[in-house]
C-alpha cells in the first residue's frame, strides 16, 4: 500500500498548511497542498485545545478518506533549547566505524534527554574524530577511538505533550514533530550555503548559525514584516493592505540610504528601510556574541520576508555579503506552488525519509559501547 507523508505546518501566518507528498524513485512528489483558518490558532498559539483537536480532526478524518496510508509529521514554530553533546566509543583494539554506531549515539541521547524532561526534535552530526583525527565521513574508517559530536534542539515535553494530544491517532498516529526554521536546512538546494540562514516571518525573526552547513545556534528576534506593515501603516495613515503593497509590490526597500545621505528618498521608503535596519542590528548583536568563529560566505533568506521586493540586494549592500533567496531542494509536482512557502514541507519530508531509512537500519543492528562520556 503506497504511504503518504502528511506535513502539518502550525504557520506563523495564522493558518494550518497540509502539504501531502511521497517518495517516488528518490524523488519528492507533492500530490496536494491546502491551508486552512481556525479561529483557535491566532499568534502561533492554540487558544483553545479541545475545539482545536475537534477541528484538526476532521480535517484528518476527509484526508484518511482519499489517502488510507499517512505518516504524520508537525512542523511547528517555537523556541528551542540547543545541546551539545560529545561521545566516545572506544576498543583495545583497531575497528571499522560503521553506520549503526551513530544511529546507536543518537538512539542514548534521545534517551537521556527525554528522561529531563526534554522532547528532542532534531540532531544534526558536528564533528566525527577516530584516534583524534577530525574526518569528514567516518563510516568505513577504522581506528580504536571514536568521537562523536552532535548539536541537538529539544523542547520542554510540557509544550510537545499538548502537540502530541491533538495531532496523535490511532488509526494514523503523529510520527515525528519539527522546528519549522530548521527545516530549511533539509529544504533548500544543496548549492547554498547553509551557515547563515535569516527566517523572516510576520511576527518574528528566526536566524540559523552554522558552520560546515550545520546548524550551530538558533537566535531568535520579536520583529516581523508586520511590525514593518504597522510602522508603514501608521505613518503614512493608509490601510495596512497598502502598507503590504508598498513592501512587496512597489519597492519600499532603498539601500541607498546607506550610502547617500542628500539622496531623496521618500517617507515611504525611508519608514520600512529604517524598520529593516532595525532588524539587521538585531541580527548583528546576536552575530557578535556567538560562542564559536562565524565566517559566513552567503547570507540566504527565507520565509515570508524572502518576498519583500529588493530585500536581497539590501541585505547584501548591509552585511557586505553575497545574498540568495532560497529556493527548494528539486521536487516534482502538478500544483503550482509558491517556492519559498514550500521549502519548510520539503525539508520535513527530507528529514523523515533520513531518520525513518535510519531507524530500519538500527532496528536489525545492535552494538555494544565499551565507554560512554556525556
Known amino acids: 500500500m503506497e504511504k503518504i507523508l502528511n506535513v502539518i505546518e ?3 501566518k495564522d493558518k494550518i498548511i497540509f502539504t501531502l507528498g511521497r517518495f517516488d524513485d528518490g524523488v519528492i512528489n507533492i500530490v496536494d497542498r491546502f491551508e486552512i483558518e481556525d479561529i483557535n490558532y491566532k499568534n502561533n498559539k492554540i487558544l483553545n ?63 537521556s534527554l527525554e528522561k529531563d524532561g526534554k522532547e528532542i526534535i532534531q540532531i544534526f552530526n558536528s564533528e566525527f574524530y577516530i584516534d583524534d583525527k577530525k574526518v569528514e565521513v567516518p563510516i568505513g574508517e577504522k581506528g580504536k577511538k571514536f568521537i562523536a559530536i552532535f ?21 494514523n498516529p503523529l510520527k515525528v ?9 533539509n529544504g533548500i538546494k544543496d548549492s547554498f550555503s547553509k551557515n547563515f540562514v535569516i527566517d523572516i516571518e510576520n511576527t518574528f525573526t528566526y536566524l540559523i548559525f552554522g558552520v560546515d552547513n550545520i546548524p550551530n545556534q538558533v537566535e531568535y528576534i520579536e520583529l516581523g514584516i508586520k511590525d514593518i506593515i504597522r510602522d508603514l501603516s501608521f ?17 519600499a526597500l532603498d539601500y541607498k540610504i546607506f550610502y547617500e545621505t542628500d539622496y531623496p528618498i521618500s517617507v515611504e521608503k525611508k519608514v520600512a528601510s529604517m524598520r529593516v535596519i532595525e532588524i539587521f542590528e538585531l541580527i548583528e548583536k546576536k552575530m557578535k556574541k556567538l560562542p564559536f568563529r562565524f565566517y559566513p560566505d552567503e ?39 509558491d517556492s519559498l512557502d514550500i ?32
Do not use: H, Q, W
Open 151 to 171: 548539536n541537538v534542539f529539544g523542547i520542554e515535553k510540557d509544550k510537545i505533550k499538548i502537540l502530541k494530544s491533538i495531532f496523535n491517532r490511532k488509526k
Open 299 to 337: 547570507i540566504v533568506i527565507c520565509g515570508e520576508g524572502a518576498k519583500i521586493k529588493n530585500i536581497k540586494e539590501f541585505t547584501k549592500e548591509y552585511f557586505d555579503l553575497p545574498a540568495s533567496i532560497g529556493e527548494p531542494f528539486e521536487y516534482k509536482s502538478d500544483l503550482k506552488l
Open 10 to 12: 502550525l504557520s506563523p
Open 49 to 111: 485545545v479541545s475545539e482545536f483537536k475537534e477541528r484538526m480532526d476532521r480535517e484528518l478524518i476527509k484526508l484518511e478518506e482519499t489517502f488510507i496510508n499517512i505518516d504524520n509529521i508537525l512542523s511547528i514554530y517555537d523556541r528551542p533549547t540547543f545541546y551539545k553533546k560529545r561521545y566516545v566509543l572506544s576498543s583495545k583494539e583497531e575497528r571499522k566505524i560503521k553506520e549503526s554506531d551513530i544511529d546507536n549515539m543518537i538512539s542514548l541521547i534521545r534517551n
Open 343 to 374: 521549502i519548510p514541507a520539503i525539508g520535513a519530508i527530507r528529514s523523515f525519509i533520513d531518520k525513518d531509512k535510519k531507524e530500519s537500519f538500527f532496528n536489525k543492528l545492535m552494538n555494544i559501547f565499551e565507554k560512554i562520556f556525556d
Open 235 to 251: 505613518i503614512l495613515e493608509i490601510p495596512p493592505r497598502d502598507g503590504e503593497d508598498y513592501l512587496f509590490k512597489k519597492g
Open 177 to 185: 514533530i519539527y522546528f519549522s526554521p530548521l527545516l530549511l536546512i
